[in-house]
Every structure is written in structure tokens, then in C-alpha cells.
């Protein structure tokens, strides 16, 4: 198994900037990719960014292309995701997730508890 941790949402004005992280433990050699999810109220869950695990390829949604950027400390077994020029669009429940799948689709084996973005106008 492995534990997923998130942290660093809060409130912020639009075009501001704020940093999540997420930290792994247990068995996480098991990892091959990790990825973010967002979800707003009334919606489904969308993909936001994902990175592999040992080669460090990152892949983006387009709505967040430019404005995010995921990076990952192996070391540390952590993830982290930059957000900035946020917009009120961006407000959301955001979730880390990861497994053996590497993709867009939410087949994720792992998942966090989610933490809170809101962005206001």
C-alpha cells in the first residue's frame, strides 16, 4: 500500500500563486507515475498534471499548460505542483493520486484526501 498526503491549498486571489505537495509513504518503489486531479463542486474529476515517477516526464492538461508545473523529489518521495496565475476557474478540491498507471484517466491504485483551492475574483 501506499499513503498519499496532500498539502498547501488555502485561499488566494486571482493571478496569485500557491504550491501543493504531496508526500508518499509506504510501498512506494510500486510507483510508477503520479499525477494530480482537481474537482469542483457539481463536476467530475479532471486530470491536471501527471509526472513519472523515475524519468521525470511530465504531461499537462491543456487548461493549466503555462500557468502550472509538476515536479517531484524522489528523495523525499514528494510531489509538488506550482499554480501560478491562478484563476477562479482553478477553484477546486485538489487530489495527488498514484499506482502503475501513467495516464489522464482517473485509474489511479492510490489516491489522497484531497485539499481545498479556492481562488477568488
Known amino acids: 500500500q501506499v499513503q498519499l498526503v496532500e498539502s498547501g491549498g488555502g485561499l488566494v486571489q486571482a493571478g496569485g500563486s500557491l504550491r501543493l505537495s504531496c508526500a508518499a509513504s509506504?510501498?512506494?518503489?510500486?510507483?510508477?507515475?503520479m499525477a494530480w486531479f482537481r474537482q469542483a463542486p457539481g463536476k467530475e474529476r479532471e486530470f491536471v498534471a501527471g509526472?513519472?515517477?523515475?524519468?521525470?516526464?511530465?504531461y499537462y492538461a491543456d487548461s493549466v499548460k503555462g500557468r502550472f508545473t509538476i515536479a517531484r523529489d524522489n528523495a523525499k518521495n514528494t510531489m509538488y505542483l506550482q499554480m501560478n496565475s491562478l484563476k477562479p476557474e482553478d477553484t477546486a478540491v485538489y487530489y495527488c493520486?498514484?499506482?502503475?498507471?501513467?495516464?489522464?484517466?482517473?485509474?489511479?491504485?492510490?489516491w489522497g484526501q484531497g485539499t481545498q483551492v479556492t481562488v477568488s475574483s
Open positions: 509506504g510501498r512506494t518503489f510500486s510507483t510508477y507515475a
Open positions: 493520486a498514484g499506482g502503475a498507471y501513467s495516464g489522464v484517466q482517473p485509474d489511479y491504485d492510490y
Open positions: 509526472i513519472t515517477w523515475r524519468t521525470g516526464n511530465t
